[in-house]
């Protein structure tokens, strides 16, 4: 199959960028085996194999696989047929709860809530559904003569390197957002900031699929932080990607009890809450993944 039947197929039902051709091509530029599964019929799924160690191997199934039709575990099997010898277990968390199927919302790896905001309305709607304090933020950074612009890869990291420092949370190094750069298309994936003279006091990295517009990760400066630089790379961002022609923003993850102030600040900007079923993990070497799960914990 070729990559643009592929995506097509994504977005005709539902999938999102995690299943896109072009995240399976960054996967491979960090050194994990990528397998894609198709059936006209059950479905579809991009599986991303990553090695463990003793020469094993763990699958993952990031946001899939997509279902076409009623007989999830048809397509289950058939997809667990393909992997790999040396695979231990295989994560499947698709984007919608599958009958038959039990998922445990502790071993998902991506979020199992985003707040999603749509993008049809006006900027004077999108700016009346907010919270007042957002919206109060958002005209402090706009008189405190803030510019927004498109940055590159070294400059985020340092941003996002000293953001992660300061609030004691790991982030991925920086050659993982080198490779983002190198490896997507531009049209589809944007480092973005907000300068304060030449100083960056806010920057996010932001995906592009079919019609949504996914925040992926972001940083931002202490000592500029009166300055409300994260809410004005928000509401630029939400303008920019409305004007090129996007239907949905995605904060891309939410959380009351795990993070409760960027749950505040996300729900701020008006989106609604989508869930997800969490994890299916199909184990295939009992033994190695007792073993697997007691080193990790």
Partial sequence: ?????????????????????????????LGRQVIRFFDKELGLGQIVVSRIPFGLAKAYIPRGPIFFDIKPAELVNKII????????????EPTQFVPGIAFDVRQAKQPIQTAILNLSESEEELLAAMHSKTRYSIRIGLKSDLMFSE????EFYKL???????QKFRTYP???????????NKSHLKFLGVFKDTRLVAAGVFYTFGSTA??????????????????LLHWGAIKLFKSIGCGYYDFWGIDKEKWPGITRFKMGFGGEVKKYPGAYVKILKPWWYRLYRLVKK
């Avoid at 996002?160 to 300061?166: C, D, F, I, M, V």
């Avoid at 996914?214 to 300055?227: E, I, K, P, V």
């Fill in 160 to 166: 996002l390197s000293a953001t992660a420092h300061r």
């Fill in 174 to 184: 920086k050659e993982y957002f080198v490779k983002l750069e190198q490896t997507i």
């Fill in 1 to 29: 199959m070729i990559k643009e039947h592929w995506d097509n197929l994504v977005e005709k039902h539902n999938g999102e960028f995690l299943q896109s051709w072009e995240w399976g091509e960054f996967q491979e530029s």
């Fill in 81 to 92: 047929e393909l992997l790999p010898p040396n695979v231990v277990f295989c994560s499947l």
């Fill in 214 to 231: 996914t925040y992926l990760h972001g940083g931002s400066d202490y000592q500029h932080r009166a300055l409300m630089g994260p809410h």
């Fill in 151 to 154: 940055i590159n890869a070294d």
